[in-house]
């Protein structure tokens, strides 16, 4: 029997992988052989996709960017039996630079094992970190979770050890776990890939999440905008459920946990996670004032543990391995691996999971080999839309909560979107204002009425009136929306806009309008 | 408003079934909202003091829901629809020229339904397809590596 792996992740599929997975099987039945196809989750070069792989004697050997078309010529010339000599050959994938660079402790299975099945998950190390929690009993888990120094990887950065004693601690007659899989920040999609790659990971750590503070019931929310994403979470649950992983008496450990997708509707604001508190309980997804934390009165008024993708996908392996086997990678306060997404203008873009520590110029430049375009590379954006523009002069900067903090940026959920020369940073700047605007909850004055406005102050400086004035209303009111905004949309969304104004001055100078972007 | 095969009696039998789907579920006005529009392709004026009753929610919740949600139409779209990103990694990418080259072709700008309903464009922030921009999703399915001069995943089968 012959098997083959051909990806089924949205990265894949939107390039032809499903018509790949067609015509391999319809090529092997009319040469009379048997073949096994398995639809994994990508490894997340995405260069390479769609990256068909074939089991051989000597590991999975690939066949890069393969068209369905190419199929019969692929076979032909002795594809099943992993034979060199045709261009789409790459030999085994995890020699390739791009992911011996790697560390890989969250995404060590995806694009590997097949996700629908429980069973090829737990054969890969899966449900380690379930057993070990049950002997360290809930306050070990908590414990282990502060020890691992992890942070929460939405975007914000806290300790994530906290906040799960925090929820441990209240008593309530019920409490939730949610996971918050709005990846809404352009630039990322590693919550994306795991989900599509590894979804067995997300339930245990939610299951984990659920141990450790003493709740029942997880939601998983995720953005409209990932259908295969549902879909593949959805199959994974199923399968969890029937196989006694998920539900009254889980994994036989007298342990009660249900999990229950919810679809977002397209509002980048329910990211925020009051907001997504209010989506689930089917209100219009507007922010909430802090106090109460959610981790004291959150869903349904119930204390409520809320944590991104990457963070409750990191706790099986902070279990299984040990807090301190997580926290010997990084740097400074920043302990363990952040997967970082490689996107925009770049060649190598794509997922790439390492300690903290590696700089911004290295990522572009050395793993990411430049742009893809050839043209040089003006300006890196990280952290998605509300994340700071960054030059090259800043490319030094240490991948790392702190390090960007002090250069008046921020890591965000870990993207990196890479600009060539031709980029307006005037029109990003603009952008950035815009799309405050159309996102904007409605609840705050200066996010609400000031991301208009802005719009506004940004065209006039680029119709060049009254230019000095306009330049410092601009910052005058990107100080309003900074200090006095509810939540992260309002209050960061100054950082694209003043990051442009004082890295690309020249682009808001009367002598702009190098060339229309792009 | 009220359009072909989704009469007022016929919405309100439909919300009821779809409400029923849902009985046991907190907070499911989202859900039984996206069935509805899985159902008719929009979600009728009509439907909302039906599921304020059924829910027990006054229909200013209900409206104030439907209203806040870029996912939700009040009337049918296009025979297809086609969401384009036009997000800062697909810009990256070139992504406006994509977008301009395929309002040109279709003859209709993003946001608008085409003249003969054949298609809707719409804006989309970010599909997570940023390393293989510019992307799109086209009837839910997604596309990548676009260009000005590749845009056929874009567009309807037998189309110039």
Redesign the interface.
Same mark, same amino acid.
């Given at each position: 029997m012959i098997r083959v792996f051909v990806p089924g992740d949205?990265?894949a @599929?939107?390039?032809g992988a499903d018509e790949v997975a067609v015509a391999l099987t319809a090529t092997a039945r009319g040469r009379g052989l048997g073949l096994e196809l398995v639809r994994t989750g990508s490894r997340g070069a995405?260069?390479l996709?769609p990256l068909v792989e074939v089991e051989t004697a000597t590991g999975r050997i690939g066949y890069a960017r393969v068209a369905a078309e190419q199929v019969p010529a692929l076979v032909a010339a002795g594809m099943f039996e992993g034979r060199p000599g045709h261009p789409a050959w790459i030999g085994r994938p995890e020699d390739l630079a791009f992911f011996r660079g790697q560390t890989r402790l969250t995404f060590a299975r995806c694009g590997i094992v097949d996700p629908v099945s429980v069973e090829a998950y737990r054969a890969a190390g899966g449900w380690r970190g379930l057993a070990a929690a049950l002997s360290l009993g809930p306050q070990g888990v908590v414990d282990a979770i502060k020890a691992s120094g992890l942070r929460g990887r939405g975007g914000a950065g806290f300790p994530a050890g906290i906040k799960w004693a925090t929820v441990a601690a209240a008593s309530a007659p019920r409490k939730f776990v949610i996971c918050n899989a709005d990846?809404?920040? +352009?630039?990322? /999609?590693a919550?994306?890939?795991l989900m599509e790659g590894d979804p067995f990971l997300l339930i245990e750590g939610m299951v984990l999440a659920g141990f450790a503070t003493g709740a029942e019931k997880g939601y998983l929310y995720i953005r +409209?905008?990932?259908?295969?994403?549902v879909r593949a979470m959805q199959r994974a649950i199923d399968a969890a459920y029937a196989a006694g992983l998920l539900g009254a008496d889980v994994a036989g450990a007298g342990i009660r946990f249900d999990l229950?997708v919810?679809?977002?509707?397209?509002?980048?604001v329910c990211g925020e996670e009051t907001a997504l508190l209010e989506?689930?309980? *089917?209100?219009?997804?507007?922010v909430r004032a802090k106090p109460p934390l959610p981790a004291h009165q959150g869903l349904?008024g119930a204390p409520t543990l809320i944590n991104n993708v990457l963070t409750l996908a990191a706790v099986p392996f902070i279990l299984a391995e040990g807090a301190k086997a997580y926290a010997d990678y990084g740097m400074g306060r920043s302990r363990g691996t952040m997967p970082i997404?490689?996107?925009?203008?770049?060649r190598h *873009? *794509?997922l790439f999971e390492t300690a903290f520590g590696v700089t911004l110029g290295q990522l572009i430049d050395e793993i990411g080999g430049g742009t893809?375009s050839g043209r040089p590379v003006r300006a890196a954006?990280v952290g998605g839309?509300l994340g700071a523009y960054f030059p090259r002069a800043l490319f030094d900067t240490p991948f790392d909560y702190e390090a960007f903090a002090a250069r008046g940026g921020l890591i965000g959920h870990g *993207?990196v979107?890479?600009?060539?020369d031709t @980029?307006d940073l005037l029109q990003?700047a603009r /952008?950035a204002l815009e799309?405050c605007a159309?996102?904007s909850?409605g609840k705050c004055t200066p996010c609400r009425l000031g991301s208009t406005r802005g719009v506004e102050v940004v065209d006039r400086i680029a119709a060049g009136q009254r230019r000095e004035a306009n330049l410092a209303l601009l910052q005058d009111l990107c100080e309003t929306m900074k200090l006095g905004s509810l939540c992260a949309l309002g209050g960061f969304t100054p950082y694209p806009v003043m990051s442009a104004l004082t890295h690309f001055p020249e682009d808001f100078s009367p002598a702009r309008r190098p060339e229309p972007?792009? | 408003m009220d359009h072909e095969g989704s009469s007022s009696a016929s919405v309100a039998q439909l919300c009821r079934e779809i409400v029923a789907r849902h009985a046991d579920r907190e907070g499911a006005l989202l859900p039984i909202l996206q069935d509805l529009q899985a159902a008719l392709g929009y979600v009728p004026a009509g439907a909302v003091p039906e599921i304020a009753r059924a829910l027990n929610l006054t229909r200013a919740e209900v409206h104030g829901a439907l209203s806040f949600y870029h996912d939700f139409r009040s009337a049918p779209a296009g025979r297809r629809v086609v969401k384009l990103c036009q997000a800062e990694a697909c810009q990256a990418r070139g992504g406006r020229r994509v977008t301009a080259a395929l309002e040109r072709r279709l003859g209709v700008e993003l946001g608008a339904t085409s003249a003969d309903g054949a298609v809707t464009l719409e804006p989309v922030y970010c599909l997570g397809l940023c390393a293989s921009g510019p992307a799109a999703l086209v009837e839910g399915r997604p596309v990548a590596r676009l260009a000005e001069d590749r845009l056929e995943p874009l567009l309807a089968e037998g189309m110039p």
């Open positions: 949205t990265a @599929v939107a390039v995405f260069e996709e990846e809404g920040d +352009s630039g990322t /999609f919550d994306r890939m +409209s905008e990932y259908p295969l994403a229950e919810r679809v977002g509707a397209g509002a980048y989506s689930i309980e *089917g209100k219009r997804g507007q349904f997404q490689l996107a925009g203008d770049i *873009g *794509g893809l954006q839309p *993207g979107v890479v600009f060539n @980029v990003q /952008f799309f159309v996102e909850c972007a792009e | -």
